[in-house]
Nanobody
Framework: EVQLVESGGGSVQAGGSLRLSCAVS???????VAWFRQAPGKEREGIAC????????YYVTSMKGRFTISSDSAKNTADLQMSSLKPEDTAVYFC???????????????????????????WGQGTQVTVSS
C-alpha cells in the first residue's frame, strides 16, 4: 500500500521560510512526487514535481523562484523548501505521487508548464502552512 505522510507545516511571518517533507512508502518501482496546495475557497494548484529515478524536477511556472523541490532516495522523501513566504501562500499543502514519473503539461510553446492533480493517485493528508503579515 502506497502511503505519503507530510510534515513540516506551521506558522511563519511574511518573509520567512519553511521546509515541508513528504515521506513516501509502498512503491515497488519508480515514481513521481508532486507538491500541491489549496487555499480556503480556491482550487488546488500544483507547485512542483520530482522523479524518483532521475531527479528531474518540474516547476509550475507561477511557482518558480521561491519554491524548491528535492528528494532523498535513501530516505524516500521529497521536500519542498519555501522561502520569502507571503500571506497569500497560506494554504494546506499536499504531496501526491504517481507511478513511473511526473506528468506535466507544456503551454505557450514551452514557456510555461502545469501539473494537474487528477494525474496523481496517491495523496497525503496535507499540512497547514499559515503566513502572517
Amino acid at each position: 500500500e502506497v502511503q505519503l505522510v507530510e510534515s513540516g507545516g506551521g506558522s511563519v511571518q511574511a518573509g520567512g521560510s519553511l521546509r515541508l517533507s513528504c515521506a513516501v512508502s509502498g512503491f515497488s518501482g519508480d515514481y513521481g512526487v508532486a507538491w500541491f496546495r489549496q487555499a480556503p475557497g480556491k482550487e488546488r494548484e500544483g507547485i512542483a514535481c520530482i522523479n524518483s529515478n532521475d531527479g528531474n524536477t518540474y516547476y509550475v511556472t507561477s511557482m518558480k523562484g521561491r519554491f524548491t523541490i528535492s528528494s532523498d532516495s535513501a530516505k524516500n522523501t521529497a521536500d519542498l523548501q519555501m522561502s520569502s513566504l507571503k500571506p497569500e501562500d497560506t494554504a494546506v499543502y499536499f504531496c501526491a505521487a504517481e507511478r513511473y514519473r511526473c506528468t506535466w503539461y507544456s503551454h505557450n510553446r514551452g514557456r510555461s508548464i502545469s501539473i494537474r492533480d487528477y494525474d496523481f493517485t496517491h495523496w497525503g493528508q496535507g499540512t497547514q502552512v499559515t503566513v502572517s503579515s
